[in-house]
């Protein structure tokens, strides 16, 4: 009875926000030529520092769900944990190499599969000691068959430099996991230097194919033309089924989407077409819909260069945003609000987190009636040390700071609000407050803030990286503000007010830099960076990654920029 306690709950919800979470930031690393294998060599120190990160943790989280799906293909049994299990009974009190774990897995999986023709070495060696991961392309390869090939998959589209080769020459044993109309779920391997060849009745106009089930592969999926037609029309035609995809493969369907627009792969029409088929749904489940919003904010960000087409692409969505405030408007008043879901019934922790989304979002949609809410809260905050409520506390202290334009009273309560922070004995309340402050949209307070993140009296060292990397940098005024703070003081911080924090320094060095989209500020910031390069230490991949991702923006406005105008026209 735990178990399925177990099952439902716990590991129900965290598979559902893995995919949003650790897979999808995976992904967006690792489409770059800066990513690496998960599995490198370490010569200095400085390269032990560098493997804190994101392809460390997330790939190899989602590398691993992976591996359980082909273990466990119908997910009926358990042998991805017996050979877990395995592998920590064999090696307890010991040491152990990667090589020792995929041992394992091989063991079970043989026993499980004899004459499989698939060792799982060879298949996570694949996995393991290459960057980058697959694209697969799925066409029509005859009268009666689908073709599914790989290509490997880069948001430059090409390897422009050729100085990182691999041993398997970025080619991946696929597991890929696949249905059709007949409902029949069929995972088969796709292997390197080779194509998949599906039988596929091409006279019915109703069959179709959907691969990567649940989104539990490492890799994206590109259908031709008339293969997507058939898939599109299978989820969002007469008889739509989009509402029977679990929740992890539409919100990997939505970000997969997007990321192939990114690369050139797809027009952003695509993806404007998906989002607006995917918000007919009105039983949308929370992670899906927080991806919908974040590839919303992501176009935000792309265009924020250009102040008045921001402003029209979100008063394009707004009418969408003030109908969901209006369901939950309720949850959100100074006196008399409805209590949010108890998280101990059954589905209620999904309801009670998109009530709370939802809240947040209507505010950054500008949502008239939600901002005025948000005040409302903050003055009693204010004005009579009210507590404000937890679930609702970082949407209502960034609401009212980066409300515009910015006044003498706002600034008033940017100090109130600083002095809580220096006053706060919680870390987790001064991140709150953090990301709060640095929303504030003028340019002097921003400056002020960054100043105040040199002295450690103030703001410990951990905090003051992530402040002047994340918090301030989430609109273009604190972009450029972060930007030149850095390199007026470079020096200094690296060397003195962070040399204790240097597992902090790729977030810092990225978050200031990865988002500019323009030219100009790319070459401004290699022009300062290029003789600076050896004093980089850990944040050397971070600022490589950097410059590719400021390239990849610059390509995406020239790719997809007037399809936005038209969008919002």
């Not at 590839?295 to 979100?314: T, Y």
Request: proline content about 4%; some cysteine.
């Amino acid at each position: 009875r735990s178990k399925q306690w177990y099952q439902r709950r716990v590991r129900g919800n965290y598979l559902d926000f893995q995919t949003y979470s650790d897979k999808s930031a995976a992904l967006s690393i690792d489409s770059y030529m800066s990513s690496r294998p998960t599995s490198v060599g370490v010569e200095k120190p400085d390269d032990i520092a560098a493997q804190f990160d994101s392809i460390s943790y997330s790939k190899g989280a989602a590398i691993l769900r992976q591996a359980k799906m082909f273990m466990d293909p119908d997910g009926t049994t358990d042998y991805f944990e017996e050979a877990i299990k395995n592998y920590i009974n064999v090696h307890r009190y010991g040491n152990a190499v990667q090589m020792d774990l995929y041992g394992e897995l091989d063991q079970v999986y043989q026993r499980v599969h004899p004459g499989s023709g698939v060792s799982i070495k060879d298949v996570m060696r694949t996995w393991t000691l290459q960057m980058n991961f697959p694209v697969l392309k799925v066409s029509r390869f005859d009268e009666d068959h689908v073709g599914v090939s790989q290509d490997r998959f880069l948001i430059a589209g090409e390897d422009s430099s050729g100085d990182k080769v691999s041993p398997y020459s970025y080619q991946w044993y696929v597991p890929v996991k696949y249905m059709k109309k007949d409902g029949e779920a069929t995972l088969e391997w796709l292997k390197p230097h080779s194509h998949l060849i599906i039988p596929f009745n091409f006279s019915d106009p109703e069959e179709f194919i959907r691969l990567n089930l649940n989104s539990d592969g490492y890799y994206v999926v590109d259908y031709s033309f008339d293969m997507a037609s058939r898939l599109n029309d299978e989820l969002f035609g007469p008889t739509p089924n989009w509402q029977q995809l679990d929740t992890s493969e539409k919100q990997g369907m939505i970000f997969d989407t997007f990321l192939m627009i990114s690369s050139g792969m797809k027009p952003m029409s695509v993806g404007l077409e998906l989002l607006g088929n995917v918000l007919e749904d009105t039983t949308l489940p929370l992670v899906p819909w927080k991806e919908v919003h974040r590839q919303l904010a992501m176009v935000g960000r792309q265009i924020s260069g250009d102040s008045s087409l921001n402003s029209e692409w979100k008063a394009k969505w707004k009418p969408y945003y003030e109908t969901l405030y209006e369901t939950y408007k309720d949850y959100f008043k100074v006196t008399g609000a409805t209590p949010l879901p108890d998280d101990n019934a059954s589905g209620a922790f999904q309801e009670r987190q998109k009530i709370i989304f939802a809240i947040s979002t209507a505010c950054q949609f500008d949502v008239a009636s939600c901002i005025t809410s948000a005040k409302q809260f903050f003055q009693k905050y204010k004005d009579e040390n009210y507590q404000l409520p937890t679930d609702f506390k970082s949407t209502i202290l960034k609401t009212v700071m980066s409300q515009e334009p910015v006044s003498d009273q706002l600034k008033t309560e940017w100090e109130w609000l600083w002095g809580k922070y220096l006053a706060s004995p919680s870390a987790a309340e001064q991140q709150i407050l953090y990301y709060a402050l640095g929303l504030i949209q003028d340019n002097s307070t921003l400056i002020k803030f960054s100043e105040y993140c040199l002295n450690e009296t103030l703001v410990r060292p951990s905090d003051a990286l992530y402040i002047m990397g994340r918090s301030i940098t989430q609109t273009k005024l604190g972009r450029d503000v972060s930007l030149k703070f850095l390199m007026e003081n470079w020096t200094y911080l690296h060397e003195e007010r962070f040399a204790g924090a240097l597992f902090a320094v790729d977030a810092y060095v990225f978050g200031v830099l990865a988002k500019f989209s323009d030219q100009e500020s790319y070459d401004k910031i290699k022009d300062f960076f290029t003789p600076r390069y050896e004093t980089l230490g850990p944040g050397t991949a971070a600022y490589e990654s950097s410059l590719q991702s400021i390239q990849g923006n610059i390509a995406w406005l020239l790719k997809h920029g007037q399809a936005i105008r038209d969008y919002v026209e």
